[in-house]
């Protein structure tokens, strides 16, 4: 019985440490192979953070190309795809979970960021405006490494919808979030693959003029469960421990005696508000 990877958002770790995985990768793979750049909304415990860190160990590729070019993906999906894992790219991962308690404040810890996001490459960039810091940076490392870059930004949205009690401060994040991504635009030809995240859609966020190139998979039936279970993934992953949590829940009085594993399938999807990105 394989352990549960509990609040582990590392997709390396999850692998190589063998835990219960409801493989995506026919999704990545989908994506991963066309090129482009792209936004996904879902609440926040859905499994964004860990689709990104997928994305990267995908695009960073094998530790050890020659003995095993799949790597990380050799007994997934992907793995068996035709998928080119010879090809890797240099991988900026930044995560936007930071403290926008002032704009000032937010403004440093994204310079910051970038800093050492340069460091752990090997570049020094000048210190300027955030979106300025992040266009040298993703230039740098073209320059650098012959190749364009991959870009995944998690929780783009956090500085804002985290000050959302006090609006003057969360309107001036906004500012400061607009202007940095604004980059993005301006960076294209540099970047081979972009993927943002966040809890809402840019359009509600007033954040539409530097992420409007992005195609919007939130809607997206083709990608309704790239994040989040299926029932079907509950049936493939956890089959061995639903007969006794069914028995569990019973002997709790939260299941009737009488209840099938098919009546506890749609009670665990009314734990999660029965969310459901494609109407099935």
Not at 52 to 62: D, I, K, Y
Not at 70 to 95: C, E, M, N
Not at 206 to 226: P, R
């Amino acid at each position: 019985m394989k352990e549960l990877p509990i609040g582990m958002q590392t997709f390396r770790d999850l692998i190589e440490g063998g835990y219960v995985y409801a493989d995506k990768t026919r999704h990545v793979y989908d994506l991963a192979r066309s090129g482009k750049a792209y936004f996904l909304s879902r609440p926040r415990r859905f499994g964004k953070s860990l689709l990104l860190s997928t994305f990267e160990a995908l695009f960073s590729g094998s530790p050890d190309p020659d003995v095993q070019p799949q790597g990380l993906f050799a007994d997934l999906w992907i793995g068996h795809s035709g998928y080119d894992f010879t090809r890797k790219f240099p991988v900026v991962s930044l995560g936007m979970d930071l403290d926008g308690s002032t704009p000032d404040g937010l403004k440093t810890e994204i310079q910051d960021m970038l800093h050492d996001k340069a460091l752990e490459f090997g570049l020094e960039i000048k210190p300027a405006s955030p979106g300025r810091m992040l266009a040298r940076l993703i230039k740098g490392l073209k320059s650098k490494f012959g190749s364009k870059v991959v870009l995944l930004i998690d929780e783009y949205d956090s500085p804002v919808s985290d000050n959302i009690d006090n609006l003057s401060t969360a309107k001036k994040n906004r500012d400061i979030l607009k202007s940095f991504y604004s980059q993005l635009k301006s960076c294209g030809s540099d970047l081979h693959f972009v993927f943002v995240t966040g809890v809402t859609r840019y359009v509600f966020m007033g954040l539409s003029a530097g992420l409007n190139h992005l195609t919007d998979l939130t809607l997206d039936s083709k990608y309704s469960s790239i994040c989040g279970f299926t029932i079907q993934e509950l049936k493939n992953c956890f089959a061995d421990r639903l007969p006794s949590l069914l028995k569990t829940m019973k002997n709790a009085g939260n299941m009737p005696k009488g209840a099938t594993l098919e009546d506890m399938w749609m009670e665990i999807g009314l734990w999660y508000d029965g969310y459901s990105w494609d109407g099935k």
